[in-house]
């Protein structure tokens, strides 16, 4: 089984400040790892994905995230962060025979005040 | 090119009754997902549907259901209604197993 944790449901940082949002999985296959992103009344748009290869991941919108074997980690981080980036956002995993089922952490909503 | 589509975006009904919801996936993508989206639950896997076979299916009873047909056009169905399936249920499509999956906009379903 897999699983997701998203540390924090609701982050507040200042316009121009580092985004972090946290998330931890556990996977007994190699994971392939997702960062999604939800504006109200929408669907969800992948930022970036880790599959296999280089550890650290860039994305859309200035976006990173870094995997870490060894803390089981995944977390996203933007340098300077924007009005725009306001809304939630959700880390998910899979692998394995789970294929295309993905599972999602309960997701972490950024607000970004000016 | 298109990206997913679902019909109806919104839809109320009562409880008791069945809904069927539909999805149009990128074309070209054979692979469709289901997942509900709660504020309680946060965001569920269904099922997955792959050349017209169900591939994997999510921890829900037997009341949802879903199908592909040979266009990739995927629909869902929940018969017997109750008030807990009020949800964002969202379609994903991607074109090959472990790829980046592409969401569509959902249909809220409101069960009163």
């Known amino acids: 089984a897999q699983s997701v944790t998203q540390l924090g449901s609701h982050v507040s940082v200042s316009e121009g400040a580092l985004v972090l949002l946290r998330c931890n999985y556990s996977?007994?296959?190699?994971?392939?790892l997702f960062w999604y992103v939800q504006y109200p009344n929408q669907g969800l748009q992948l930022l970036l994905k880790?599959?296999?290869?280089?550890?650290l991941v860039k994305g859309i919108n200035g976006f990173e995230a870094e995997f870490k074997k060894s803390e089981t980690s995944f977390h996203l981080t933007k340098p300077s962060a924007h009005m725009s980036d306001a809304a939630e956002y959700f880390c998910?995993?899979?692998?394995?025979?789970?294929?295309?089922?993905?599972?999602f952490g309960g997701g972490t909503r950024l607000m970004v005040k000016p | 090119k298109a990206g997913v589509t679902q019909t109806p975006r919104y839809l109320i009904k009562t409880r008791g009754q069945q809904v069927t919801l539909s999805c149009s996936p990128i074309?070209?993508?054979?692979?469709v997902s289901w997942y509900q989206q709660t504020p309680g639950q946060g965001l569920q896997f269904l099922f997955e549907?792959?050349?017209?076979?169900?591939?994997n299916k999510g921890n829900f009873p037997g009341r949802f259901s879903g199908r592909q047909f040979s266009n990739s056009r995927s629909e869902m169905n929940v018969s017997t209604l109750e008030l807990g399936d009020s949800a964002l249920y969202l379609c994903?499509?991607?074109?090959?197993?472990?790829?980046?999956?592409?969401f569509g906009p959902g249909t809220r379903l409101t069960v009163l």
């Open positions: 998910a995993v899979t692998g394995g025979d789970a294929g295309n089922m993905l599972t």
């Open positions: 996977s007994s296959v190699p994971p392939y």
């Open positions: 994903a499509s991607s074109s090959v197993t472990v790829n980046e999956q592409f």
């Open positions: 880790y599959t296999t290869g280089a550890t």
């Open positions: 549907y792959f050349s017209e076979t169900q591939r």
């Open positions: 074309s070209g993508h054979r692979s």
